[in-house]
C-alpha cells in the first residue's frame, strides 16, 4: 500500500452554509437542510496531506474508506490523485484547509499501463465540495476524463461551493438514479467539450433518471459544446439557474421535463451556437403529456439577456442555412396561455466583457459549414482554453465577464441590480 499521512482530531464544530436565495417558488424542494450534509459524526475532522503522483495516489479516498462520513481538509497547494476506480460510499465535506496558498486540485491519474478510468469520482453518499479546482485531465498523459462525477445511488445531494471545474469530455455530472439534489454555487465550470463529437459536453445529464432538484446560482458556465441539462425526457421537481453567465455553450436551453423553474437574471451569450435548419427555437420548453404533475408546472423565466457576438453573427450570414435559437418554443407559449409560464423581460444585448475567452472560431466555423457533420475531421482545431498556456488556474486571474455599468445590463434584474454572475 502507498504511503499517506491523515491527521484525525474532534473538535466542537457549528457549520454555517452561506447561500444566495434561488427563488421562493421552490422552498418545498430546496432549503438550506436540504444542502447541509451531515455526516453521522458530525465532529470528526480529517486532514489528508497530499499524493505525490509516485509513492502515493488515492489518498483522499483511502482516508474516507478508513473514516466514513466526515469533513476533510485538503491542504493548500496539494494535489490529490484519482488513479482507478474511485467510490465515495460515505457522507463527506470536502474542503480546501483556511489560510493562503492555491486551491487544493483533485485530478485523475493513469496507472502503469497508461489506462485512464472512465469516471473520476462516484458516489454512493452525499458529497459537498468547496474551494476545490477539479480538473479532468490526466496528469501523466493529458488526456481527458469522459465524466468526472457519476451518481451511483438515489437520494445523494451534491454540492460544489466556490470551485473551479475544468476539462472533461462527455459530461461533468452524470445520475444513474433518482431522486439526486445537486447544487452548483459560486463556481467556474469551463472546458467541457469532446470536439470530435460535440454532442459531448454536458454540465449533468441526467440519464432519463427523474431528479428532484437541479441549480446554478451565481457561477461562470464556459467553452463547453453541449447540453447545460440534459434532461431526457423525464421529470425533475425543480430546475433553477440564476444570477449566471454562460459564454460560448453549444446547446441551447432544453427543458424536457421539470415541474418548477426558475430562470432568472442570467446572461447567456453565444449560447445554442449548435443551430439547426429546422428550428430556432432556444427556450425549448416541453409539456410532459402523459404526467399528472404536469397541472402543477409553474415556471418564471425573466431578466435574461440572450445575445450573440459579432463573430457568430458573421457566421450566421455566411451560413444562412444555419437558423439562431432565439425563440420560444410552442409548449411554451401555451403555457403562458394556461398562466404557468411567466415569459418577460427577456432581452438582447450585446455586451463588452473585460476579459473574456479568445472564441475557438475555426472550429465552430467548420461545424456552422457542415451543420454540425463529421465533426471528428476538425477535432484537432484549438478548441479549449486557458490563461496563460500553463495547465492549473491562478485565482484572481482567470477569464472573467464583467460589464459597463453604464448598459441595460447593469440594471435589468428582477430588483433592479446587474444580472450575471457577480465574483
Same mark, same amino acid.
Given at each position: 500500500?502507498?504511503?499517506?499521512?491523515?491527521?484525525?482530531?474532534?473538535?466542537?464544530?457549528?457549520?454555517?452554509?452561506?447561500?444566495?436565495?434561488?427563488?421562493?417558488?421552490?422552498?418545498?424542494?430546496?432549503?438550506?437542510?436540504?444542502?447541509?450534509?451531515?455526516?453521522?459524526?458530525?465532529?470528526?475532522?480529517?486532514?489528508?496531506?497530499?499524493?505525490?503522483?509516485? *509513492? @502515493?495516489?488515492? !489518498?483522499?479516498? %483511502?482516508? #474516507?474508506?478508513?473514516? /466514513?462520513?466526515?469533513?476533510?481538509?485538503?491542504?493548500?497547494?496539494?494535489?490529490?490523485?484519482?488513479?482507478?476506480?474511485?467510490?465515495?460510499?460515505?457522507?463527506?465535506?470536502?474542503?480546501?484547509?483556511?489560510?493562503?496558498?492555491?486551491?487544493?486540485?483533485?485530478?485523475?491519474?493513469?496507472?502503469?499501463?497508461?489506462?485512464?478510468?472512465?469516471?473520476?469520482?462516484?458516489?454512493?453518499?452525499?458529497?459537498?465540495?468547496?474551494?476545490?479546482?477539479?480538473?479532468?485531465?490526466?496528469?501523466?498523459?493529458?488526456?481527458?476524463?469522459?465524466?468526472?462525477?457519476?451518481?451511483?445511488?438515489?437520494?445523494?445531494?451534491?454540492?460544489?461551493?466556490?470551485?473551479?471545474?475544468?476539462?472533461?469530455?462527455?459530461?461533468?455530472?452524470?445520475?444513474?438514479?433518482?431522486?439526486?439534489?445537486?447544487?452548483?454555487?459560486?463556481?467556474?465550470?469551463?472546458?467541457?467539450?469532446? *470536439? @470530435?463529437?460535440? !454532442?459531448?459536453? %454536458?454540465? #449533468?445529464?441526467?440519464? /432519463?433518471?427523474?431528479?428532484?432538484?437541479?441549480?446554478?446560482?451565481?457561477?461562470?458556465?464556459?467553452?463547453?459544446?453541449?447540453?447545460?441539462?440534459?434532461?431526457?425526457?423525464?421529470?425533475?421537481?425543480?430546475?433553477?439557474?440564476?444570477?449566471?453567465?454562460?459564454?460560448?455553450?453549444?446547446?441551447?436551453?432544453?427543458?424536457?421535463?421539470?415541474?418548477?423553474?426558475?430562470?432568472?437574471?442570467?446572461?447567456?451569450?453565444?449560447?445554442?451556437?449548435?443551430?439547426?435548419?429546422?428550428?430556432?427555437?432556444?427556450?425549448?420548453?416541453?409539456?410532459?403529456?402523459?404526467?399528472?404533475?404536469?397541472?402543477?408546472?409553474?415556471?418564471?423565466?425573466?431578466?435574461?439577456?440572450?445575445?450573440?457576438?459579432?463573430e457568430f453573427e458573421r457566421l450566421f450570414a455566411k451560413?444562412?442555412?444555419?437558423?439562431?435559437?432565439?425563440?420560444?418554443?410552442?409548449?411554451?407559449?401555451?403555457?403562458?396561455?394556461?398562466?404557468?409560464?411567466?415569459?418577460?423581460?427577456?432581452?438582447?444585448?450585446?455586451?463588452?466583457?473585460?476579459?473574456?475567452?479568445?472564441?475557438?472560431?475555426?472550429?465552430?466555423?467548420?461545424?456552422?459549414?457542415?451543420?454540425?457533420?463529421?465533426?471528428?475531421?476538425?477535432?484537432?482545431?484549438?478548441?479549449?482554453?486557458?490563461?496563460?498556456?500553463?495547465?492549473?488556474?491562478?485565482?484572481?486571474?482567470?477569464?472573467?465577464?464583467?460589464?459597463?455599468?453604464?448598459?441595460?445590463?447593469?440594471?435589468?434584474?428582477?430588483?433592479?441590480?446587474?444580472?450575471?454572475?457577480?465574483?
Amino acid at each position: 500500500m502507498k504511503l499517506y499521512k491523515i491527521y484525525s482530531r474532534a473538535i466542537g464544530l457549528l457549520f454555517a452554509l452561506s447561500l444566495l436565495c434561488v427563488g421562493c417558488e421552490n422552498e418545498d424542494i430546496l432549503d438550506i437542510n436540504d444542502l447541509e450534509i451531515s455526516p453521522s459524526n458530525p465532529e470528526s475532522v480529517i486532514i489528508v496531506e497530499p499524493d505525490d503522483g509516485i *509513492t @502515493s495516489v488515492n !489518498a483522499l479516498t %483511502r482516508a #474516507i474508506n478508513e473514516n /466514513g462520513d466526515a469533513t476533510y481538509i485538503l491542504r493548500r497547494d496539494g494535489v490529490y490523485y484519482m488513479e482507478g476506480k474511485n467510490v465515495f460510499k460515505h457522507n463527506v465535506v470536502i474542503k480546501a484547509e483556511n489560510g493562503s496558498g492555491k486551491m487544493p486540485i483533485i485530478q485523475p491519474i493513469c496507472d502503469a499501463q497508461g489506462a485512464l478510468n472512465a469516471d473520476m469520482i462516484r458516489l454512493e453518499g452525499s458529497a459537498t465540495f468547496e474551494n476545490i479546482y477539479i480538473i479532468g485531465k490526466d496528469a501523466a498523459t493529458g488526456n481527458l476524463m469522459q465524466r468526472l462525477f457519476r451518481i451511483d445511488e438515489s437520494n445523494v445531494r451534491l454540492k460544489f461551493d466556490h470551485c473551479f471545474i475544468d476539462h472533461c469530455r462527455n459530461f461533468c455530472i452524470r445520475t444513474d438514479n433518482v431522486n439526486n439534489k445537486i447544487y452548483l454555487n459560486n463556481s467556474t465550470i469551463r472546458n467541457l467539450a469532446l *470536439t @470530435s463529437d460535440p !454532442a459531448n459536453g %454536458r454540465l #449533468i445529464d441526467s440519464r /432519463g433518471n427523474e431528479q428532484d432538484s437541479i441549480v446554478i446560482n451565481n457561477c461562470y458556465v464556459y467553452n463547453n459544446t453541449a447540453h447545460i441539462v440534459r434532461f431526457d425526457n423525464v421529470v425533475t421537481n425543480y430546475f433553477g439557474i440564476k444570477h449566471s453567465t454562460f459564454y460560448n455553450v453549444g446547446h441551447h436551453i432544453q427543458i424536457n421535463y421539470a415541474i418548477k423553474v426558475e430562470i432568472e437574471n442570467n446572461i447567456f451569450a453565444n449560447v445554442g451556437w449548435k443551430s439547426s435548419a429546422e428550428s430556432n427555437v432556444f427556450w425549448q420548453i416541453s409539456i410532459p403529456k402523459k404526467d399528472e404533475r404536469a397541472q402543477d408546472i409553474r415556471m418564471s423565466v425573466c431578466n435574461n439577456n440572450l445575445f450573440f457576438s459579432e463573430e457568430f453573427e458573421r457566421l450566421f450570414a455566411k451560413y444562412p442555412q444555419n437558423l439562431k435559437r432565439t425563440t420560444l418554443s410552442d409548449d411554451g407559449y401555451q403555457l403562458i396561455e394556461e398562466g404557468k409560464l411567466t415569459f418577460k423581460d427577456n432581452f438582447s444585448e450585446v455586451l463588452t466583457f473585460d476579459y473574456p475567452l479568445v472564441l475557438p472560431m475555426e472550429y465552430i466555423d467548420k461545424f456552422f459549414e457542415n451543420m454540425g457533420s463529421n465533426m471528428s475531421k476538425w477535432a484537432d482545431l484549438p478548441f479549449y482554453v486557458d490563461e496563460d498556456g500553463v495547465e492549473g488556474i491562478e485565482v484572481g486571474k482567470t477569464f472573467t465577464f464583467h460589464y459597463s455599468t453604464s448598459s441595460k445590463s447593469a440594471t435589468a434584474s428582477t430588483t433592479q441590480g446587474p444580472i450575471g454572475a457577480s465574483f
